[in-house]
């Protein structure tokens, strides 16, 4: 039986699919890590399969780039854009 977090992911990448790559990416961040990392950061910039994500706190900084192989996957299959890497930086923004 499909999960209700699942079903979101796969309505999600589908009613993404107009957006630019970056856009995407941006819509599909809260989803794919989660609404309490979500708060703490956004996606910034795509530059090829790499994308760059500003983060609030440093503490946070260290958990998110402990995280990035899971995180790279989920953004990449939510989304639909052929991800290589997350690059995390701190941003106190």
């Given amino acids: 039986m499909q999960t209700m977090r699942d079903l979101l992911r796969s309505v999600l990448g589908d009613s993404l699919s107009a957006l630019p790559p970056v856009e995407r990416l941006a819509a599909a961040w809260p989803v794919a890590a989660g609404s309490s990392i979500a708060v703490h950061s956004l996606v910034a910039r ?11 706190d440093r503490a946070w900084l260290q958990q998110l780039r402990s ?5 790279r996957g989920e953004l990449s299959r939510i989304a639909r854009v052929p991800l290589t890497d997350i690059l995390f930086e701190y941003s106190h923004d």
Avoid: K, S
Wanted: hydrophobic share 50%; aromatic share 0%; proline share 6%.
């Fill in 67 to 71: 995280m990035t192989p899971q995180l």
């Fill in 46 to 56: 795509l530059e090829g399969t790499v994308v760059t994500v500003h983060v609030a």
